[in-house]
Each structure stands twice: as C-alpha cells, then as structure tokens.
C-alpha cells in the first residue's frame, strides 16, 4: 500500500522520542519553512485560537440566545 505524498510542511513521521526517556529531540514548526529537528525539549507555548465573530468589526451584533423563544403563550 502506497501513502500519499506528504505536504512540504507536514511532518511525515511524529514520534522521534522514545515514550520512556526525557525527549533528545523535537520539531521546531515554523509558519512558511519546513518543519526541522531540533535537539532538546521543546520550549512551553500556547495558542489560543480567537472564536469567530470577536474579532475587529463585531461591536454592535446581538448575542444569540441559547434558551431561543422562550415567551409564554396561551
């Protein structure tokens, strides 16, 4: 069976570490390059991803609801 080709910026085997000692190595992931081995632990980071529509421009837009309709009717 044949895999398919990878992307230029994908990382064609993850796991470079062995599960049971303090990781030799990491991929350094960089936007626009290739991704490269590095030696060491990777350094801690974090990315929070912005939810839609709280970017720049959404002032003024009403919160939906959860509950949606609820009035009483009779």
């Known amino acids: ?3 398919p080709p990878t992307a230029p910026n994908e990382v064609e085997n993850l796991i470079i570490n062995s599960p049971l000692a303090e990781p ?10 290739a991704p490269v081995k590095a030696p060491g632990r990777r350094p801690a980071s974090y990315f929070c991803r912005v939810p839609e529509g709280s970017g ?13 309709d609820t009035a009483v009717r009779e």
């Open 1 to 3: 069976m044949t895999q």
């Open 24 to 33: 030799a190595l990491h991929w350094q992931i960089e936007k626009g390059k």
């Open 56 to 68: 720049p421009g959404s002032k003024g837009h009403r919160q939906l609801s959860l509950l949606g």
